[in-house]
């Protein structure tokens, strides 16, 4: 009973190194999210996917690229890392059928520490 | 602009209380209004509201959403150490496939023995 996995769940970076961050469905929803959440801000969108092929910026993108891999897989990447992208960050996916919204499910988030 | 406010801050509890959090929003186009727990790590879903009136309830909690006057509670009664979380509602616009949600900044509850 996986549902949305994320890895990995810590990593300290030093400021320019870059790094993916990986994270898998196995409920076979279409839609997919990255999110990050700091303290007082609560959580943002930084890309999302709405289906296979396809992506879209969200509320932060700055600084980061993404890659829906397949159905099941949806990646952030770090070019270049900076103190200021210090945060967690969580991975969601939800089911897309037409008009009818379906709730977002979560991972249990990366932990990311820029030096 | 879309937002969403949750009140309060944050609660602290005993054991057995009642407490209900509160969820006001203004979302252009609104769809429906969601409630998630979060402990230590991932947001869990609990509730889904898209219709005015029409209480939604799973054990002790119950939530409920008010679209004339633009606000949703969530309801927790006999509160027991495990309703510990940070309680977060989201508004969804009418893009018909829930990829924006408008977040609050949550209700941090603390439930004492």
């Known amino acids: 009973n996986a549902g949305v996995t994320q890895t990995p769940k810590f990593q300290v970076l030093k400021t320019g190194q870059s790094m993916t961050l990986q994270c898998a469905q196995d409920?076979?929803?279409?839609?997919m999210y990255w999110y990050r959440q700091d303290p007082g801000m609560g959580l943002r969108l930084i890309y999302y996917?709405?289906?296979?092929?396809?992506?879209d910026k969200g509320e932060v993108p700055n600084g980061y690229n993404v890659s829906r891999l397949n159905k099941r897989e949806f990646s952030l990447r770090l070019e270049s890392a900076a103190p200021s992208q210090t945060s967690v960050y969580f991975c969601a996916s939800s089911e897309y059928r037409g008009s009818n919204n379906q709730p977002q499910h979560f991972g249990d988030g990366t932990r990311l520490s820029i030096l | 602009e879309d937002k969403v406010v949750q009140s309060p801050l944050s609660l602290v509890v005993h054991e057995g209380d009642t407490v209900t959090l509160n969820c006001s929003y203004e979302v252009t186009n609104f769809r429906s209004l969601l409630w998630y727990k979060q402990e230590k790590k991932a947001p869990t879903f609990l509730f889904m509201l898209?219709?005015s009136g029409i209480e939604k309830k799973s054990g002790r909690l119950s939530s409920i959403l008010d679209k004339k006057e633009l606000f949703s509670i969530l309801n927790i009664t006999a509160t027991q150490t495990g309703d510990s979380a940070v309680y977060l509602c989201a508004g969804t616009d009418n893009a018909g496939n829930n990829r924006k949600l408008i977040w609050g900044l949550g209700t941090s509850l603390a439930v004492n023995p």
């Open positions: 996917s709405a289906s296979e092929g396809t992506t």
């Open positions: 409920m076979n929803h279409n839609s």
């Open positions: 898209t219709s």
